[in-house]
């Protein structure tokens, strides 16, 4: 079946702290990757995707890149910001039309002044 | 930009109630929305997959029963806890999905806690 791993939580860093969120998958097929992040109160919202492999996504500073080799798709961002606080989740689809999304489990990251 | 609302956010209820959350896409049509539940340090799961005019297709695991799901119109789908109990007590979210002319995005709404005493 289709798993993502994701790294326990919180992650604690100071502002412009380098980040990186680890996400490993399992998948029947050529998944899509992607990253979600929710900030308190709001909806779950992309922040960047992969359809194959070797691409790299890239939103708001962040980044990631679809390691096939490795079944990886690591989040990063090199100089966190306070408003970069929420809960940031990895998710796989099989689907063309991504109808059908599978999460991790969510990484809460808080950033300090 | 597109929004889905989920409402209420929070909401507690008495154990053998029932309990209806709201989904609606606020500025484009759904045809297809999707119910999510979270426990906490768990993953989202998908719970069913609801289609605009038909019944919802529910995941392995998910009695349909005590999860009523129905999406009467483009815009709005209800998800009702029925005979709530406090194992039910959970995040519920759902999503959205835009038609191809929007590249398929899916939306999520905020979530709503439920907690039943």
Known sequence: GNSVTQMEGPVTLSEEAFLTINCTYTATGYPSLFWYVQYPGEGLQLLLKATKADDKGSNKGFEATYRKETTSFHLEKGSVQVSDSAVYFCALSVNSGYSTLTFGKGTMLLVSP | ?117
């Open chain 2, 1 to 117: 930009g597109a929004v889905v609302s989920q409402h209420p956010s929070r909401v507690i209820c008495k154990s053998g109630t029932s309990v209806k959350i709201e989904c609606r896409s606020l500025d484009f049509q759904a045809t297809t929305m999707f119910w999510y539940r979270q426990f906490p340090k768990k993953s989202l799961m998908l719970m069913a997959t609801s289609n605009e005019g038909s019944k919802a297709t529910y995941e392995q695991g998910v009695e349909k029963d005590k999860f009523l799901i129905n999406h009467a119109s483009l815009t709005l789908s209800t998800l009702t806890v029925t005979s709530a109990h406090p194992e039910d007590s959970s995040f519920y979210i759902c999503s959205a999905r835009a038609g191809a002319s929007s590249g398929n995005t899916i939306y999520f709404g905020e979530g709503s806690w439920l907690t039943v005493v």
